[in-house]
């Protein structure tokens, strides 16, 4: 069993900052790439940033220079800090990750549960 906790989410007013948490946990053997999605209602949900176990990072163009995604191998954790809030990333925040299990040689793509960021005007 494999799981993935998000915690950090919440209500902001624009121009505030949050910090999203991800913890992975179970029979993990090692996690290739972690990620965070968003999905707001009636839209798809959108990459927002992903980061290689090595730490090269990728941003969605609409959150470069105000999202940070970083990560700790040792606690199998990703993190997304988000300073100056927007309404417009008001959303559900996922967490990805990338995990093969004890015991196996394949690689699945793992979600968290969500956790929703608000941001009033």
């Known amino acids: 069993q494999v799981q993935l906790v998000e915690s950090g989410g919440g209500l902001v007013q624009a121009g505030g900052s949050l910090r999203l948490s991800c913890a992975a946990s179970?029979?993990?053997?090692?996690?290739?790439?972690m990620g965070w999605y968003r999905q707001a209602p009636g839209k798809q949900r959108e990459l927002v940033a992903a980061?290689?176990?090595?730490?090269?990072?990728n941003y969605a163009d609409s959150v470069k220079g105000r999202f940070t995604i970083s990560r700790d191998n040792a606690k199998n954790t990703v993190y997304l800090q988000m300073n100056s809030l927007k309404p417009e990333d008001t959303a559900a925040y996922y967490c990805?990750?990338?995990?093969?299990?004890?015991?196996?040689?394949?690689?699945?793509?793992?979600w968290g549960q969500g956790t929703q960021v608000t941001v009033s005007s």
């Open positions: 179970g029979s993990i053997f090692t996690i290739n790439g």
């Open positions: 980061i290689t176990r090595g730490g090269s990072t």
């Open positions: 990805n990750a990338e995990i093969r299990r004890v015991g196996t040689f394949s690689v699945y793509a793992y």
